[in-house]
């Protein structure tokens, strides 16, 4: 079956922009999270939701960045006012139970987003 | 607070090489779950495996081989006769029973296998 899927795969913006990352789960998974990978690094932890319910924000940087999944399915990550430190590569993942501390995590294949 | 060390930043091979990748964990809890991921050239992330903290078990699959100790409280990955595709980066990450989805990554090992 599809894997998760992101979109775009490259974004390029200039500072100030705001930009929208987006990611379609697994079919049937009810878990999904973002992370944030800067280069050389693993991936960090930004947000999760089970369903469309917000679980668990603390990764978020700051107040420009916010993530939504209204209908519990596809997800977006908004960052406002981008800055050149954003720069990275921005990971979804979905999981398919609410067990989310056992749960295995799938992830696409990421927005590598830079900002001039 | 959760933890994992990667420590070997880089590795280099020969194809046919037996290598270990070394991964190093901390948590408090008792309860938690222990992962690999491969990241190769593409740049995706690919799952390997998931091991929970009570089954000490070694895992053993084609020419990938895992070794958990809870004594070091280490989780370390073996890679028989080494291809040159299994040249990636390749990332432990940890999630335990009150992180709640919120999986720890190591900062990942870079493995280069020459032909």
């Known amino acids: 079956g599809a894997g998760v899927s992101q979109s775009p795969r490259y974004k390029v913006t200039k500072r100030g922009q705001d930009v929208a990352l987006r990611c379609d789960p697994i079919?049937?998974?009810?878990?999904l999270y973002w992370y944030r990978q800067a280069l050389g690094q693993g991936p960090e932890f930004l947000t999760y939701?089970?369903?469309?319910?917000?679980?668990?924000k603390s990764g978020l940087p700051n107040d420009r960045f916010s993530a939504e999944r209204p209908e519990g399915s596809i997800s977006t990550l908004t960052i406002q006012r981008t800055e050149q430190r954003d720069s990275a590569m921005y990971r979804c993942?979905?999981?398919?139970?609410?067990?989310?501390?056992?749960?295995?995590?799938?992830f696409g294949p990421g927005t590598r987003l830079t900002v001039l | 607070a959760q933890k994992v060390t990667q420590a070997q930043t880089e590795i280099s091979v020969v194809e046919k090489e037996d290598v270990t990748l070394d991964c190093v964990y901390e948590t408090r809890d008792t309860t938690y779950y222990l992962f690999w991921y491969k990241q190769p050239p593409s740049g995706e992330l690919v799952f390997l495996i998931r091991r929970n903290s009570f089954d000490e078990q070694n895992e053993i699959s084609g020419r990938y081989s895992w070794n958990f100790q809870k004594s070091t409280s280490s989780f370390n990955f073996t890679i028989t006769a080494s291809q040159v595709v299994d040249s990636a980066v390749y990332f432990c990450?940890?999630?335990?029973?009150?992180?709640?989805?919120?999986?720890?990554f190591g900062q990942g090992t870079i493995l280069t296998v020459h032909p």
């Open positions: 079919s049937g998974h009810v878990s």
């Open positions: 939701f089970n369903y469309e319910a917000q679980q668990d």
């Open positions: 993942a979905s999981s398919s139970t609410l067990t989310t501390s056992t749960d295995t995590q799938y």
């Open positions: 990450a940890l999630n335990s029973g009150t992180s709640y989805g919120k999986l720890t």
